[in-house]
């Protein structure tokens, strides 16, 4: 089994950054800014990645650091699935990105279908709550939780938006190229069981 060295750069960082953060003694700081470096150059190191790239997304946040959040929005037309297609890497993934600050989770649900799917929702109930790591997706640089919400159809035709290239409704035996930073089979897999039971009960790693 391979080192996690990705993993455990950003847990250095991590540490590094609440030390700087709430860190007094100059000694201990300029220990953690230490351990900071060593992050940044071991995420170098295993990614291939300009260490100028690095710093800026990778170290330059103050703070706590906490997992960043990505919301997906799931909504269903008869037993279809609203999918939609990145414009970034062409392949398909669920409507939805980063949790916006100022809006709440289901807030950023309707806004991101809007946007990306052109279609009104009205998101209903919380079914996942996953650790990316945990679920076939590529390595990222960010330690990302994913909240996927389940939406009310409130019917209209879709359109894609600005970021996305197509969208449409997708059988649950229909073959789309995922973007796997976005959605893995596993994770669409596990929507389909909640509109065979709507009843199932929310996951949570």
Known sequence: MAFDWLNIAKRL?????????????????ERYQMIRDLSVEIMQHHTDT??????ELFASEKGYQTPKVDVRGVVFREGKILMIQEGSDQKWAL?????????TPLEVTKKEVWE??????????LLAVFDKMKHGHPPDKYHIYKLFILCEDKG??????????NAKWVSRNETMPLSTPRLTKEELDIMFEF???????????
């Open 116 to 125: 990306e799917a052109g279609i009104e929702v009205e998101p209903k109930r």
């Open 156 to 165: 209209g035709e879709i359109k894609p938006g600005m970021e996305t290239m």
């Open 95 to 103: 409507p939805g990105g980063w949790a916006d600050v100022g809006y």
């Open 50 to 55: 300009p260490i100028e790239k690095i710093i």
């Open 195 to 205: 509109l065979d039971n709507p009843e199932k009960v929310v996951l949570c790693d």
């Open 13 to 29: 960082q991590s540490i590094a950054q609440a030390g700087i953060e709430f860190g007094h003694d100059k000694f201990d700081l």
